[in-house]
């Protein structure tokens, strides 16, 4: 996961010319998913049986909570890494609740348009 989150974010930095910003970001994205997924799993392990986070897996309302505690990690880092050459703390917390706003609504539009379908995990490989 974390090769991917480096390679997604890496790509995004090679069309925006940014030396690695995406990719750090992305690379944190992917290390926190795997804690922040156990903190939304119910403690029974045979009613949570998902391969990934969806509305229809985890409910609205936690994967809510958890899509916003991801966006808003990934825009904080982006914007602070960014934020190091210039700017003042009061322009760097607004840009991050403002792009933390933008991602979820666009997060809601995407799950209610392109609803996903549920795999289920196996015992088998």
Known sequence: MLILGFLLGISV???TMTPGLHAAASVLIAFLRPFII???APKDATEFSYKEPSPKAMG???YLLYALILAFCHNFYL???EWLSFGSILHFLMKVIITTA???LMIIIAELIFPRKLKFR???A
Do not use: C, E, K, V
């Open 13 to 15: 930095d090679y069309y």
């Open 38 to 40: 156990n903190l939304f």
């Open 60 to 62: 609205w309302n936690a």
């Open 79 to 81: 914007l602070f890494l």
């Open 102 to 104: 933008i991602s979820m």
């Open 122 to 124: 196996s015992n088998t």
